[in-house]
């Protein structure tokens, strides 16, 4: 059974920090793609930060989030970070992790999800 269970999220003041963590368990080595994405209430859900568990250096952000947040991994756990630094109200939203075969900034390219943290961020 696959299973994403995100954690970490909460009520933040402008410019605080958060670090969120994603635990994947019974995906194959071939979903080696673990993503970040939110929505916020009446939009669709974008795109965060993305990386490969293969190679480290595969990290791609949001325009909207690079030199913020950071995605890490801990292969060992099989856990995902998503560490978001100088928080803006605009960042609220449900923050979702994926686990996919294909390295996408496409939601449809992902078959796994967590059932989201939600993250709020007050002026």
């Known amino acids: 059974q696959v299973q994403l269970v995100e954690s970490g999220g909460g009520l933040v003041q402008t410019g605080g920090s958060l670090r969120l963590s994603c635990v994947v368990s019974?995906?194959?080595?071939?979903?080696?793609?673990r993503a970040w994405f939110r929505q916020a209430p009446g939009k669709e859900r974008e795109f965060v930060a993305i990386?490969?568990?293969?190679?480290?250096?595969?990290?791609t952000y949001a325009d909207s989030v690079k030199d913020r947040f950071t995605l890490s991994r801990d292969n060992a756990k099989n856990t995902v970070y998503l560490q978001m630094n100088s928080l803006k109200p605009e960042d609220t939203a449900v923050y979702y992790c994926a686990a996919g075969e294909k390295y996408s900034i496409l939601t449809r390219q992902y078959n796994h999800w967590g059932q989201g943290t939600q993250v709020t961020v007050s002026a």
């Open positions: 990386g490969s568990l293969v190679n480290s250096e595969w990290t």
């Open positions: 019974g995906l194959t080595a071939e979903s080696s793609v």
